[in-house]
Structure formats: structure tokens, C-alpha cells
């Protein structure tokens, strides 16, 4: 299964996303489709060929074009943004240019009826140049209206069209038969025009905002570099990134972007990861360290193997996390969505009503009145707004969020952690710093330090876990050998076992050693008293016999207890699970402020608790870093994984955080809570400009003003509610933690 993004220049407003969506999703082999109305884009998951698919567009009404890299999307999108821009700029002018002279003319001279032959072949000539403004400068929204109707389906193009359409129509039925409307002699080809232009205007001014708020995907993609410097046959060659393989030896200079993914294997540097980390300093990188591509390096020089390139990269996997986020919808949004598919034909019916209300009791002259309301009806209600309101906010919001080091999978999870309740967090790598090391050693009779070490180590070299590296890295500084281990089993949430020279070594909980029915007796009063210091002591058995203890600590992370307090202060409830022991897991809470701890858990105990959390009620999100996190992090509302974790936690959670920062949590929810208000606001205001603009337009004020909505007004509106919203999104850019 593949997915492929296309551009869509002609998906305009809501209902065209539905019809798309309903037009791909049909092809045999889709999985699944997603638009993104602020950049104009589909993403198409499934097996389907390209050519089928754009295929299926064109039978829908719409023009397509495949998206071959992001690089190659983030330059078409430019370049096709850029024309768009210019293109509507250009008609803006040209149909205001004659509105507005038209306007001046009627507010100087007041002759804007035809009452005699040469006011006839005057506003002839006139209807003629609105005619070719309405071609030239509004073909577009006739050409997209006529394709809805040819496809049996009305959108905002449609309600443009009919409202500018019906008042040239009028106009020149006055102008070429007058004497058919002897009560009402008016025109209104300056209506029509401006209409156009004042249209064309506002989505000249959403597209310069769309473009702020793609920003920060911009900025991911402009951190791809073009070449990069391979070592080979030990001559540097300066090679296009697409030629990089893994396994290459890339040099890196002072003051370059890193290429791709890779291990130092020579020299040393700091280098700047903020722009993926959102981590403000310099991280120095010297031998064994990895390297991600995007990230800039210091003043020193560095030699690297190349691990991983292409889409594989960290960077690239970002891109592709945030494209997908800003592609796919928020539960909130399919309010919206419901209500665009029957927007647009009940704004029809309703300025259908309407003219038919005043054209039989309302003042003469009745049809132009009845002619005036139906069109400001229409132009007023179109829904782009509507359309814009969620995926403009959530395009921002993602955006903004990966800046922060928060990568968001999908726009469901950014709307569920603004309604989190309880967050519940993992001890090691999570609160703590996930680099224990080894703190005390505790052998029985006839056993020494270096013995208990020597065996502890030589199981745990199999291990991948933290605990277990520590113990090595303690091992190997001593300048101890490591036996080899046989059939070695790791028993999680417990410990390990393996046999070192055919002697079964058990190494783990007290948990673990009732299991093997092994006596901890001798040492749980020690174990204790080292659990008390927030330390975790491993028992060390061989044999089934006890032999000794060995004790790691995690520190905990400067800024735990700070973060953890800034949740509460967002009246969200946490809570610990870890596979560690009681007084060691309890010691750690009491240390970052967290009041409910449950020790002890194995990665089902951990999913189990997150079910009955939700089961009472509570939202909950699920904070861990390990592949015993993976089940509880999947089963949570919630799952965020810390990213320098590993790629199982990742891909089993619906936000990754870079930075090894509990901070990072609480500014997924800040955010969260901002864009949600964001989109609150923006349907808000969409809705009621349509629940006050449409009965406005009706002419409900008339018999209280006298006054009826100038269609040009009405135009100017719609316009402007299009730009607010999208600017109201805009305001996310400005967003910063409370912290």
C-alpha cells in the first residue's frame, strides 16, 4: 500500500472536498483519502494506479497533478501560489477598475436606469464591457460552476456564478427590452463587476495567508540540503543527496547542514538540532553519537557512516508526519462537512423563497427588488469560511507544533488532548533521564563485587533495555570480560535469564525470583533501604540460588517536577506506571509531585490500567519511551512517545516528542486547548455570518430601515469572512507555551 499526494488547483471550498473524497474513495483498491483544502492537496493511500486516480478526478470535474517528492510540491505549490496570486490580482483590478466607475458614475450623476434610446445603446456598450469583465476576470467561477452543474452538484463557484449572472442577465434584458419592465428601469453591471473583483480580492488575500500559515512546513523542507560530501575510495566527491547510500562516510565541515542519518565515527562537534528538537542548545556529538539530517553543525568537523537516507531519514519522516497531520481531519470538523453538503442548495431554495416573497408583496418595483435580494443572497452565503474554518487552524497548529519538537500524527489526536483529564506517565526514560548507571554492588558469602558485576553484565549484554546498559557500561569501565550467554530471555516487566558457562543466571525483581522460588530474604532489607533512595536493586541469582544485588539509578530529569506541576495547574490528573519496584517507583513520585503511583506493572498491567481509567471517564494520554509502553500507548486516547525512544513507542503513538522533555507534554496540551478555541472561534464566526448575513440579505431590516443589502456589500463580506478566518488561524503562529 502507497501514498501519493496530488495538487488539486480547482478544490476550492468544502463541498469540493466532499465530492473528491467521494470520487477517489469509490476507485477499487483506495484505502483511504484525505484532503487538505489549505494547500489544495489530496493524499491517497491504496493500491490504485495514478493514471485511475487522475482519472477519477477529471470525471468529478477536477484537474490533478501528482506530487512527486516535497520537493518538487513545495516548489510547484510555490510557483502555482505565485501564478494564482498574480492571476487574481491582475482580474481583481480590471473588474473593480470598471465597478468602481461605475459605482462614481451612479453616485455623481444618479443615472443608472435606461429611460430613453441613447441611455440604451450607452448602457449596451457598458453591458458589453461587463460581459468581457465577467469572461475574462471571472471565467473561472463560471468554468468550475459549469463542471459542478455537468456533474449534477452545486458549490461556492455555483452561488458566485448565478448571483453575478442573474444581475448582467437583468440588466441586459433592461437595457435590450425595456419596456417589459416598465416599473424597473435600474442596472446593475456595476454590481456584477465588483462583485468579481471584490471576490478575487479576498482570495488573493487568503492565498499570501495560506502561505504564512504553511510556514513551518516550509521551513522543515527548506533544511533538505541538495548534496552532500562523501568520503570514497578515500577521495571526497560532492554527490546529489539522492545518490547517498547507506553506508557511506560523509564528511561534515564547519558550519554545514548534516545530509542524512548516521554514527560519528571521527572527530567532534556541537550541533544545533533545535530546528527538529526544538532543544535551544547545541548537543556536542563525538564518537558512536548519531547525527540527524536538517541539523547544523558547529565549529567542529565531524566524519560519519551514513545509516539512514532518503525518506528514511528522521527529517524526512518528520516532513512526511506533518504533511500527514495537516491532511487529516478533527472530529469537529465533519460538523462542517455535514453541513456544506446541503449548504449550497439550501442558499439556492432560500434566495429562491425570498425574491418570490418580494416579487408578490413586496414595494414596487417588485422584480427589482425580488432580483436585488435573490442575488445578494447568494453572493453573501458562500461557505468558504465554513470550508477554511478547521483545516486552516489545524495546518497552523501542526506546524507550530513541530517547531516545538511535537510531531502530530493526526488532527483527532490534537482535538482529544485538549479534553485530556489524566495523564499517565512511565518512570524510566520518561520522568527520569533514561542513563542509569550502576550505584551499588551487594554480594553474599563466598561471592565478590566484581563477580556479581562480571555475571550481571554478561547476561544483560543481550538486553536492550537501560537498566541492562548501565550494568554493562559499569562492566566495561571495570575491565571485566564478558562471558557468553546462551538462550538468553528477556521476561518483561521482571528481568532476565540466560546460562553463562551452562549455569542458569537470573537476574531481576523480587517479582521475578518468587517465580523461580528463589529466597530474597538475605537482601530485602538492603534492597529496601536502596529502593527508599529512588534507586532500583536487581537480585542476582545462579543456580536458583541467591548470590547478591545490584542497584541502578535513573536520575530523575531537572524539569520533571516542573512539568508535572504546570499539569496540575491545567487541572490534569497524573499518574506513574512502571515495571519497577514499590518503594523505588514511590521514592521517584514523591520527588516530581505525582500523588498516585502503581509499581510493578508488566506492559498488559499498564493497558489494563488505561482501560479502566476510560471505563471511569477519564480522557487519557499515555507517556512512555520503551516497547513495553507500546500496548498502553496504543490503548490510550492519547498516546505520546517520547522521541528519543524506540521506533516501536513511536509508531505506536499519535504524538512524538523530540525533546527528552516532559515540558514537551504539556505544551501538546497547551497547544491543543489554543487550537481548538482557534477553530471554536472560526466556526463560530462563519456560522453566525451566514445565520445573521443570509436574513439579512432576505431583507428582514426592511421594515425597520427601509434598507435593502447592496449585493456589491454582500460580496465585500463574503470576502472578508474568508480572509478573517483565515487570518483568526493565522494568530496560532503566535502561539508560546506558558512556561
Same mark, same amino acid.
Not at 46 to 58: E, K, M, Q, R, W
Not at 132 to 156: I, P
Not at 575 to 592: H, I, P, S
Given at each position: 500500500?502507497?501514498?501519493?499526494?496530488?495538487?488539486?488547483?480547482?478544490?476550492?471550498?468544502?463541498?469540493?472536498?466532499?465530492?473528491?473524497?467521494?470520487?477517489?474513495?469509490?476507485?477499487?483498491?483506495?484505502?483511504?483519502?484525505?484532503?487538505?483544502?489549505?494547500?489544495?492537496?489530496?493524499?491517497?493511500?491504496?493500491?490504485?494506479?495514478?493514471?485511475?486516480?487522475?482519472?477519477?478526478?477529471?470525471?468529478?470535474?477536477?484537474?490533478?497533478?501528482?506530487?512527486?517528492?516535497?520537493?518538487?510540491?513545495?516548489?510547484?505549490?510555490?510557483?502555482?501560489?505565485?501564478?494564482?496570486?498574480?492571476?487574481?490580482?491582475?482580474?481583481?483590478?480590471?473588474?473593480?477598475?470598471?465597478?468602481?466607475?461605475?459605482?462614481?458614475?451612479?453616485?455623481?450623476?444618479?443615472?443608472?436606469?435606461?429611460?430613453?434610446?441613447?441611455?440604451?445603446?450607452?448602457?449596451?456598450?457598458?453591458?458589453?464591457?461587463?460581459?468581457?469583465?465577467?469572461?475574462?476576470?471571472?471565467?473561472?467561477?463560471?468554468?468550475?460552476?459549469?463542471?459542478?452543474?455537468?456533474?449534477?452538484?452545486?458549490?461556492?463557484?455555483?452561488?458566485?456564478?448565478?448571483?453575478?449572472?442573474?444581475?448582467?442577465?437583468?440588466?441586459?434584458?433592461?437595457?435590450?427590452?425595456?419596456?417589459?419592465?416598465?416599473?424597473?428601469?435600474?442596472?446593475?453591471?456595476?454590481?456584477?463587476?465588483?462583485?468579481?473583483?471584490?471576490?478575487?480580492?479576498?482570495?488573493?488575500?487568503?492565498?499570501?495567508?495560506?502561505?504564512?500559515?504553511?510556514?513551518?512546513?516550509?521551513?522543515?523542507?527548506?533544511?533538505?540540503?541538495?548534496?552532500?560530501?562523501?568520503?570514497?575510495?578515500?577521495?571526497?566527491?560532492?554527490?546529489?543527496?539522492?545518490?547517498?547510500?547507506?553506508?557511506?562516510?560523509?564528511?561534515?565541515?564547519?558550519?554545514?547542514?548534516?545530509?542524512?542519518?548516521?554514527?560519528?565515527?571521527?572527530?567532534?562537534?556541537?550541533?544545533?538540532?533545535?530546528?527538529?528538537?526544538?532543544?535551544?542548545?547545541?548537543?556536542?556529538?563525538?564518537?558512536?553519537?548519531?547525527?540527524?539530517?536538517?541539523?547544523?553543525?558547529?565549529?567542529?568537523?565531524?566524519?560519519?557512516?551514513?545509516?539512514?537516507?532518503?525518506?528514511?531519514?528522521?527529517?524526512?519522516?518528520?516532513?512526511?508526519?506533518?504533511?500527514?497531520?495537516?491532511?487529516?481531519?478533527?472530529?469537529?470538523?465533519?460538523?462542517?462537512?455535514?453541513?456544506?453538503?446541503?449548504?449550497?442548495?439550501?442558499?439556492?431554495?432560500?434566495?429562491?423563497?425570498?425574491?418570490?416573497?418580494?416579487?408578490?408583496?413586496?414595494?414596487?418595483?417588485?422584480?427589482?427588488?425580488?432580483?436585488?435580494?435573490?442575488?445578494?443572497?447568494?453572493?453573501?452565503?458562500?461557505?468558504?469560511?465554513?470550508?477554511?474554518?478547521?483545516?486552516?487552524?489545524?495546518?497552523?497548529?501542526?506546524?507550530?507544533?513541530?517547531?516545538?519538537?511535537?510531531?502530530?500524527?493526526?488532527?483527532?489526536?490534537?482535538?482529544?488532548?485538549?479534553?485530556?483529564?489524566?495523564?499517565?506517565?512511565?518512570?524510566?526514560?520518561?520522568?527520569?533521564?533514561?542513563?542509569?548507571?550502576?550505584?551499588?554492588?551487594?554480594?553474599?558469602?563466598?561471592?565478590?563485587?566484581?563477580?556479581?558485576?562480571?555475571?550481571?553484565?554478561?547476561?544483560?549484554?543481550?538486553?536492550?533495555?537501560?537498566?541492562?546498559?548501565?550494568?554493562?557500561?559499569?562492566?566495561?569501565?571495570?575491565?571485566?570480560?564478558?562471558?557468553?550467554?546462551?538462550?538468553?530471555?528477556?521476561?518483561?516487566?521482571?528481568?532476565?535469564?540466560?546460562?553463562?558457562?551452562? @549455569? /542458569?543466571?537470573? %537476574? +531481576?525483581?523480587?517479582?521475578? #525470583?518468587?517465580?523461580?522460588?528463589?529466597? &530474597? *530474604? =538475605?537482601? $530485602?532489607?538492603?534492597?529496601?533501604?536502596?529502593?527508599?533512595?529512588?534507586?532500583?536493586?536487581?537480585?542476582?541469582?545462579?543456580?536458583?540460588?541467591?548470590?547478591?544485588?545490584?542497584?541502578?539509578?535513573?536520575?530523575?530529569?531537572?524539569?520533571?517536577?516542573?512539568?508535572?506541576? @504546570? /499539569?496540575?495547574? %491545567? +487541572?490534569?490528573?497524573?499518574? #506513574?506506571?512502571?515495571?519497577?519496584?514499590? &518503594? *523505588? =517507583?514511590? $521514592?521517584?513520585?514523591?520527588?516530581?509531585?505525582?500523588?498516585?503511583?502503581?509499581?510493578?506493572?508488566?506492559?498488559?498491567?499498564?493497558?489494563?490500567?488505561?482501560?479502566?481509567?476510560?471505563?471511569?471517564?477519564?480522557?487519557?494520554?499515555?507517556?512512555?519511551?520503551?516497547?513495553?509502553?507500546?500496548?498502553? %500507548?496504543?490503548?490510550?486516547?492519547?498516546?505520546?512517545?517520547?522521541?528519543?525512544?524506540?521506533?516501536?513507542?513511536?509508531?505506536?503513538?499519535?504524538?512524538?516528542?523530540?525533546?527528552?522533555?516532559?515540558?514537551?507534554?504539556?505544551?501538546?496540551?497547551?497547544?491543543?486547548?489554543?487550537?481548538?478555541?482557534?477553530?471554536?472561534?472560526?466556526?463560530?464566526?462563519?456560522?453566525?455570518?451566514?445565520?445573521?448575513?443570509?436574513?439579512?440579505?432576505?431583507?428582514?431590516?426592511?421594515?425597520?430601515?427601509?434598507?435593502?443589502?447592496?449585493?456589491?456589500?454582500?460580496?465585500?463580506?463574503?470576502?472578508?469572512?474568508?480572509?478573517?478566518?483565515?487570518?483568526?488561524?493565522?494568530?496560532?503562529?503566535?502561539?508560546?507555551?506558558?512556561?
Amino acid at each position: 500500500m502507497t501514498a501519493v499526494r496530488i495538487a488539486i488547483p480547482g478544490m476550492t471550498c468544502a463541498g469540493c472536498v466532499s465530492r473528491i473524497e467521494k470520487a477517489l474513495a469509490g476507485v477499487p483498491g483506495i484505502h483511504s483519502v484525505a484532503a487538505n483544502l489549505a494547500e489544495r492537496q489530496m493524499t491517497v493511500v491504496g493500491h490504485a494506479s495514478i493514471d485511475l486516480l487522475l482519472a477519477s478526478l477529471v470525471k468529478a470535474g477536477y484537474q490533478g497533478e501528482l506530487v512527486d517528492s516535497e520537493q518538487e510540491g513545495r516548489l510547484h505549490r510555490a510557483a502555482e501560489e505565485q501564478r494564482q496570486y498574480r492571476y487574481l490580482l491582475k482580474h481583481m483590478v480590471i473588474a473593480l477598475g470598471l465597478g468602481v466607475s461605475l459605482m462614481i458614475w451612479g453616485v455623481v450623476t444618479g443615472e443608472m436606469e435606461v429611460n430613453n434610446s441613447a441611455q440604451q445603446w450607452g448602457w449596451g456598450f457598458i453591458g458589453v464591457l461587463t460581459f468581457l469583465v465577467l469572461r475574462f476576470s471571472g471565467g473561472h467561477f463560471f468554468q468550475r460552476a459549469w463542471q459542478a452543474l455537468k456533474h449534477r452538484t452545486v458549490t461556492m463557484d455555483s452561488l458566485v456564478a448565478l448571483g453575478t449572472g442573474t444581475a448582467w442577465f437583468y440588466s441586459m434584458q433592461v437595457v435590450l427590452f425595456p419596456e417589459w419592465l416598465p416599473a424597473a428601469h435600474h442596472v446593475y453591471f456595476e454590481a456584477s463587476a465588483m462583485i468579481i473583483g471584490m471576490i478575487n480580492l479576498g482570495q488573493a488575500l487568503e492565498i499570501r495567508a495560506r502561505g504564512r500559515a504553511s510556514a513551518a512546513i516550509q521551513r522543515l523542507l527548506g533544511l533538505q540540503i541538495k548534496t552532500a560530501r562523501v568520503v570514497r575510495d578515500g577521495e571526497a566527491l560532492d554527490i546529489p543527496i539522492e545518490q547517498v547510500r547507506v553506508g557511506d562516510m560523509v564528511r561534515v565541515r564547519p558550519g554545514e547542514a548534516i545530509a542524512v542519518d548516521g554514527v560519528v565515527i571521527d572527530g567532534s562537534s556541537r550541533v544545533n538540532e533545535s530546528m527538529l528538537t526544538g532543544e535551544p542548545l547545541p548537543t556536542v556529538k563525538t564518537l558512536g553519537d548519531t547525527v540527524s539530517a536538517g541539523t547544523m553543525n558547529g565549529n567542529g568537523s565531524i566524519l560519519f557512516r551514513a545509516k539512514r537516507v532518503g525518506r528514511d531519514t528522521a527529517l524526512a519522516r518528520i516532513i512526511a508526519m506533518v504533511r500527514h497531520a495537516q491532511s487529516t481531519k478533527m472530529p469537529i470538523a465533519r460538523l462542517a462537512d455535514r453541513i456544506s453538503l446541503i449548504f449550497v442548495p439550501v442558499v439556492m431554495l432560500i434566495a429562491l423563497m425570498a425574491a418570490m416573497v418580494w416579487y408578490f408583496v413586496g414595494p414596487a418595483p417588485a422584480i427589482a427588488h425580488a432580483l436585488m435580494v435573490a442575488v445578494t443572497v447568494l453572493i453573501i452565503s458562500c461557505p468558504c469560511a465554513l470550508g477554511l474554518a478547521t483545516p486552516m487552524s489545524v495546518m497552523v497548529a501542526v506546524g507550530k507544533a513541530a517547531e516545538y519538537g511535537i510531531l502530530v500524527r493526526n488532527g483527532e489526536a490534537l482535538q482529544t488532548a485538549s479534553h485530556l483529564t489524566t495523564v499517565v506517565l512511565d518512570k524510566t526514560g520518561t520522568i527520569t533521564e533514561g542513563r542509569p548507571t550502576v550505584t551499588a554492588i551487594v554480594p553474599l558469602a563466598g561471592f565478590t563485587d566484581m563477580q556479581v558485576l562480571s555475571m550481571a553484565a554478561g547476561l544483560e549484554q543481550a538486553s536492550e533495555h537501560p537498566l541492562a546498559e548501565a550494568i554493562v557500561t559499569a562492566a566495561k569501565e571495570k575491565g571485566l570480560r564478558l562471558l557468553p550467554c546462551e538462550q538468553f530471555e528477556s521476561i518483561t516487566g521482571l528481568g532476565v535469564k540466560g546460562i553463562l558457562e551452562n @549455569r /542458569l543466571i537470573v %537476574l +531481576g525483581n523480587a517479582r521475578l #525470583m518468587y517465580e523461580y522460588g528463589i529466597d &530474597v *530474604t =538475605a537482601l $530485602a532489607a538492603t534492597a529496601t533501604c536502596l529502593a527508599k533512595r529512588a534507586q532500583t536493586p536487581m537480585y542476582l541469582s545462579v543456580d536458583n540460588q541467591m548470590v547478591g544485588l545490584i542497584s541502578v539509578a535513573d536520575p530523575i530529569r531537572e524539569d520533571s517536577a516542573a512539568a508535572i506541576e @504546570r /499539569l496540575h495547574a %491545567l +487541572g490534569v490528573k497524573v499518574m #506513574m506506571l512502571t515495571g519497577d519496584n514499590a &518503594v *523505588t =517507583a514511590e $521514592a521517584v513520585a514523591y520527588q516530581v509531585g505525582i500523588n498516585v503511583v502503581h509499581a510493578g506493572m508488566r506492559p498488559e498491567d499498564k493497558e489494563a490500567t488505561i482501560r479502566r481509567l476510560q471505563a471511569q471517564g477519564e480522557v487519557t494520554a499515555m507517556i512512555g519511551d520503551g516497547i513495553n509502553d507500546a500496548p498502553a %500507548l496504543a490503548r490510550a486516547d492519547v498516546g505520546l512517545a517520547i522521541g528519543t525512544g524506540t521506533d516501536v513507542a513511536i509508531d505506536a503513538a499519535d504524538i512524538t516528542l523530540m525533546r527528552s522533555s516532559l515540558h514537551s507534554v504539556v505544551d501538546a496540551v497547551e497547544l491543543s486547548r489554543a487550537t481548538l478555541r482557534n477553530i471554536k472561534q472560526n466556526l463560530f464566526g462563519a456560522f453566525v455570518y451566514n445565520a445573521l448575513g443570509i436574513p439579512i440579505a432576505a431583507g428582514v431590516l426592511y421594515p425597520l430601515t427601509g434598507l435593502l443589502l447592496n449585493p456589491v456589500v454582500a460580496g465585500a463580506a463574503m470576502a472578508l469572512s474568508s480572509v478573517t478566518v483565515v487570518s483568526n488561524a493565522n494568530r496560532l503562529r503566535l502561539f508560546r507555551p506558558k512556561s
